[in-house]
């Protein structure tokens, strides 16, 4: 999904650089059907897009919020009753949550704008 992402960048630059010379003010929908030929042109793109640029950032820092809580979880464990290994184990712990929740509000935020661009089409 990420590579269909690059690919419609990679095709709209320079249409964009040769749109923006010329004056053309509908250039999205023009191209969408070009670059994503499920799509309808508008607004959805642009949510659709926007989503899976979200997708792409939020789901690896999430799996990697995931992995710090295991490893904070075993270090308190491995600490076995040392105060500053239970304070590192619980620093971990809350700064991946912390990011665990970044995560879920960057997706929350697209949702919610993409609302507004294109109520229609969110699922």
Known sequence: MFYRFLFAFG????KIV??????????????S???FPDYTPGPALVMDLA?????FFAIPI??????????????IIASAGNDQGK???KKIIITAIIGLLLAIAAEAIILWVAAF??????V
């Open 11 to 14: 095709l709209l630059i320079p």
């Open 87 to 89: 304070e590192e184990g």
């Open 51 to 55: 989503m899976m640029a979200g997708n």
């Open 117 to 122: 661009v294109s109520p229609d089409a969110i």
């Open 33 to 35: 059907a070009e670059i």
């Open 62 to 75: 999430a799996g990697i919020a995931v992995v710090a809580i295991l490893y904070g979880a075993i270090r």
């Open 18 to 31: 040769a749109a923006a010379e010329s004056g053309y003010k509908n250039l999205l929908d023009e191209y």
